[in-house]
C-alpha cells in the first residue's frame, strides 16, 4: 500500500453553518520539513461585512480584508496544492463542507479524501473529555497559542496528525481516511 500524501487545511468563515459560510482565511500546509513546509494561507475577502462575533472569535477585521483576493482567486492554488493528497482537518466536516461549498460557488468540484484529527482523537483516545483542538494540543504539548486563526490551527493538526501516527502508528491513522463526501455518514 503507498503511503498517502497529505494537506492540512484550516478555514475560518464568517458563518457557523459551512454550507452559508464564506470563507475569509485559509491554510493549506503540505508535510515537509519544518524549514521546507509547503502551503499557503492568507485572508480571503468574502465580498460582505463580517459578523461582529466571527470578528471577537478570530481577531479578524472587515478591514484587515480590504485587499485580499477573493475565494476564487485563491481556488486555483488550493486546488493544486490538494490535489491527489488527503485533506487532514480537526473538525473535517466542517472545513470540507466549507471549501465545497465555496468551490462549487466559482465553478469546481472538491472531492478529496479526508482524515479529520477529531474524530480521529475520539476513536485513538476515547477517555479524554475533550477533543477539541486546544484540549488536544495540551494533552500532547503541542505549543498552541492561537486558536481560530488557520495557519496556526493547521500547524497545530499537522503536529497532532504527527503525534498520532508516532503513538498508534501509521497502519491505525491512515485507517480513518474516507472518501468525501461520504466522509460526512461514516
Given amino acids: ?6 494537506a492540512v487545511v484550516d ?3 464568517t458563518d457557523g453553518d459551512p454550507r452559508l459560510a464564506r470563507i475569509i482565511e485559509l491554510a493549506v500546509v503540505v508535510p515537509g520539513t519544518e524549514e521546507d513546509l509547503q502551503g499557503w ?29 477573493r475565494f476564487h482567486q485563491a481556488a486555483p492554488w488550493i486546488l493544486a496544492l490538494t490535489e491527489g493528497r488527503v485533506i487532514v482537518a480537526h473538525n473535517a466536516r466542517y472545513d470540507m463542507t466549507a471549501l465545497t461549498e465555496e468551490m462549487a460557488r ?17 476513536q485513538l483516545l476515547p477517555h479524554l473529555t475533550h477533543h477539541n483542538l486546544g484540549s488536544l494540543c495540551r494533552y500532547f ?19 497532532l496528525l504527527e503525534r498520532f501516527i508516532e503513538t498508534h502508528g501509521e497502519e491505525r491513522v491512515h485507517g480513518a ?3 468525501w ?4 455518514r461514516a
Fill in 106 to 122: 466559482c465553478g469546481h468540484s472538491f472531492q478529496r479524501s479526508t482524515l479529520c484529527t477529531e474524530r480521529l482523537s475520539r
Fill in 41 to 69: 494561507h492568507g485572508l480571503i475577502d468574502p465580498g460582505m461585512p463580517l459578523p461582529f462575533f466571527v470578528q471577537k472569535l478570530t481577531g479578524i477585521k472587515s478591514s484587515n480584508l480590504r485587499g485580499a483576493p
Fill in 177 to 179: 481516511i474516507r472518501p
Fill in 141 to 159: 504539548a503541542i505549543p498552541f497559542t492561537a486558536a481560530h486563526r488557520a495557519y496556526p490551527d493547521a500547524k497545530a493538526t499537522l503536529a
Fill in 181 to 184: 463526501p461520504t466522509a460526512l
Fill in 11 to 13: 478555514v475560518e468563515t
Fill in 1 to 6: 500500500m503507498q503511503r498517502p500524501s497529505f
